[in-house]
C-alpha cells in the first residue's frame, strides 16, 4: 500500500497555473506516474487533462443538486456551486485513460485521477470520483505488481490546497474506499535513471482445428500467445552495461544503461514441439524487435528497472495488436453502415486480424505498427506507434489530443530505433505437417524438369541401351557355360 506520495515540483506548479488560469470550475485529467513496492512510495510525473469527447462537451462538470433547484435563486453563485456536485464522463475518461497507456514506456503508468473543484463538491461527489477511478484502472491496468489501489489527487481552489487520497480497487465503491495518504512536493523527474532494451524475439504459436472460431482468429492467438510469453520473460536473467545483475542495489550513475535479456538454453525446438502437437492445422511465426526504455528512481533497487523492462515488453507488443484489432473493428463498422454490397464484400475480405487461421491453406503476413519514441519532459520519452501506412503526423495530432502537449515541431528528435516492426506469419497445416515438404517438393520437380529436358533423355537412352546390352551378353554367357557343360559330359 501506498504510504507517501511524492509530486515532481515543476510539472505540478506548471498544472496549477494552468487550471488558474483557465477558469473552469471544474475539471478531471490522469495522474501519469509510479507506483513503487520496493519504496511503498507513489512518484506524480505529471497530471494529463482529459480532452472534451467527441461531441464537444467536458469530461467533467458542475451540477446543481435537487434541494437548489426547489430552493430557486435565493442563493449566491458561490452559495450554488458549493452544495453541487460532479457530472463526470466516466466512460470518456476511461478510454482516455486506454489510450494514453499506449504512450507510455516503462517504469511509468496511469496510475490515478485528478479533479480540480471546489473542497465542497469534491466531498459530495466521492462516490462519482472512486466510479471513474475504478474505470480507468479497468482500462489502464498495471501489468507489475498486483496493485489494488490507484490515486485521487484533488486540487482545490476554495480553497486552493493539495490532497491525494488511496482508492481502494478491491472493495465495493463506497465512501470509506478512499483513505488519505500523505501528499509532499519535491524532485522526481530529474533524479530518474534511464535503462533501454533491444529485445529480439521468435514466438512459435501453433494453430489447431480444435479451438473455437472465436479463439482461432489471428488476434486471438497472439494475444494468447504474448499472454504465455509472460512466463519466460519473468525467468529471464538481465545484463546491465555488460554486468550480470545478483544483487538488488540502486544504480547511482546517470547516463544511459543497456539492458540485455538471456534466456535458458531450450532443449526442443519451440517449433519442433508445436508441430508434435495433435491437431495442428498451422503455425503462426510472430517475431522481431522491441525497443524499450525504462525509468528508475534513484532509491529503487536496480532489479525493478529488470521487472519494468519486461512488462514494458509485454505492453508494447499487446498496444501493437490492439491498435490492429481497433482498427479492423472501426473498418467492419463502416462497412456495416454501408451498402449491401459493402455487406457482401466484407464477409468475403475480413481484416487480417479476425481471420480464422485454421481454414486457410495459404500463408500469411501481417506487419504489426512499429514504435517511436518522443521527447516528454526533459529527458524522459513517451512513444506511439505508426502503420507502415502512416506518418509521423499522426503521432503529433496524438501527442496534441491525448497528452495536452504543444505539437513537436521538430521530427529529427524522435527516436526511432525499429527499423523493421515485429511481424506475424502463418503457415498453413502443408507447410508444418512435412518439414521441409516445400524443399522436397521443389526437389521433386526439379528432378521432373530435368527428366523432360534433351540432355536427360540422351542420359536415359544411354541407360537404356546399356541395361539392354547388358542382359543380352549375360545370356550369351549361360548358353556357352551349358553348351560347354554338355560336350564335357558326354566326353566322359
Keep these: 500500500m501506498v504510504k507517501v506520495v511524492v509530486g515532481d515540483e515543476n510539472q505540478l506548479k506548471l498544472a496549477e497555473d494552468r487550471l488558474t488560469q483557465s477558469g473552469f470550475t471544474a475539471q478531471v485529467g490522469l495522474v501519469i506516474g509510479k507506483l513503487s513496492s520496493p519504496l511503498d512510495r507513489g512518484f506524480v510525473f505529471d497530471l494529463v487533462p482529459t480532452p472534451t469527447n467527441d ?33 463526470i464522463d466516466t466512460d470518456w475518461v476511461a478510454e482516455h485513460a486506454r489510450q494514453v497507456s499506449r504512450m507510455l514506456v516503462g517504469g511509468m503508468n496511469v496510475v490515478g485521477v485528478y479533479v480540480w473543484v471546489s473542497d465542497t463538491s469534491f466531498k459530495n461527489s466521492t462516490i462519482t470520483l472512486c466510479q471513474t477511478v475504478k474505470g480507468v484502472a479497468e482500462a489502464a491496468p498495471i501489468l507489475e505488481g498486483d496493485w489494488d489501489e490507484r490515486l485521487l489527487i484533488h486540487i482545490s481552489y476554495s480553497p486552493r490546497r493539495w490532497t491525494c487520497r488511496n482508492c481502494m480497487l478491491s472493495s465495493s465503491i463506497t465512501s470509506s474506499s478512499i483513505r488519505p495518504c500523505d501528499f509532499k512536493m519535491g524532485k522526481v523527474l530529474s533524479s530518474m535513471q534511464r535503462f533501454r532494451c533491444i529485445y529480439n524475439f521468435e514466438l512459435r504459436l501453433p494453430i489447431s482445428h480444435e479451438r473455437e472460431s472465436t479463439a482461432s482468429t489471428l488476434s486471438a492467438i497472439l494475444r494468447y500467445g504474448i499472454s504465455t510469453h509472460v512466463k519466460e520473460l519473468r525467468g529471464a536473467k ?11 542495489e540502486p544504480c547511482t550513475t546517470d547516463s544511459l544503461h543497456e539492458v540485455e535479456l538471456l534466456f535458458p538454453f531450450q532443449e526442443c525446438d519451440p517449433a519442433t514441439e508445436a508441430c508434435s502437437q495433435k491437431n495442428v492445422d498451422g503455425l503462426l511465426v510472430f517475431g522481431g524487435s522491441v525497443c524499450s526504455f525504462t525509468y528508475l528512481n534513484n532509491k529503487e533497487p536496480v532489479s525493478q528497472a529488470v521487472a519494468d523492462i519486461k512488462f514494458d515488453i509485454v505492453r508494447s507488443l499487446q498496444s501493437r495488436l490492439d491498435i490492429l484489432c481497433d482498427e479492423a473493428d472501426q473498418e467492419l463498422a463502416a462497412e456495416d453502415e454501408g451498402t449491401e454490397e459493402a455487406s457482401q464484400d466484407r464477409l468475403s475480405h475480413k481484416p487480417v486480424s479476425k481471420l480464422v487461421l485454421h481454414s486457410l491453406r495459404k500463408t500469411c503476413h501481417l506487419a504489426f505498427p512499429r514504435r517511436v519514441f518522443i521527447p516528454w519532459l526533459g529527458d524522459i520519452y513517451i512513444c506511439d506507434y505508426l502503420q507502415p501506412s502512416e506518418t509521423l503526423e499522426v503521432i503529433k495530432d496524438h501527442c496534441v489530443e491525448l497528452m495536452s502537449m504543444q505539437a513537436p515541431t521538430d521530427a529529427s528528435t524522435f527516436f526511432q530505433p525499429e527499423v523493421e516492426a515485429p511481424s506475424v506469419i502463418s503457415k498453413s497445416f502443408w507447410d508444418v505437417s512435412v518439414p521441409g515438404n516445400s524443399n522436397n517438393s521443389s526437389s521433386s520437380k526439379s528432378r521432373e524438369a530435368d527428366d523432360a529436358s534433351p540432355e536427360s533423355s540422351n542420359r536415359q537412352l544411354r541407360k537404356t541401351v546399356n541395361f539392354s546390352f547388358g542382359m543380352v551378353a549375360a545370356v550369351l554367357i549361360l548358353l556357352m557355360s551349358i553348351l560347354l557343360g554338355f560336350v564335357f559330359v558326354r566326353k566322359s
Design 238 to 248: 538481465a545484463v546491465i552495461d555488460g554486468k550480470l545483475i545478483t544483487n538488488d
Design 55 to 87: 461531441a464537444g462537451e467536458p469530461a467533467c462538470s458542475v451540477v446543481e443538486t435537487k434541494d437548489d433547484k426547489k430552493k430557486g435563486g435565493s442563493k449566491s453563485k458561490s452559495q450554488v456551486l458549493d452544495a453541487s456536485t460532479l457530472l
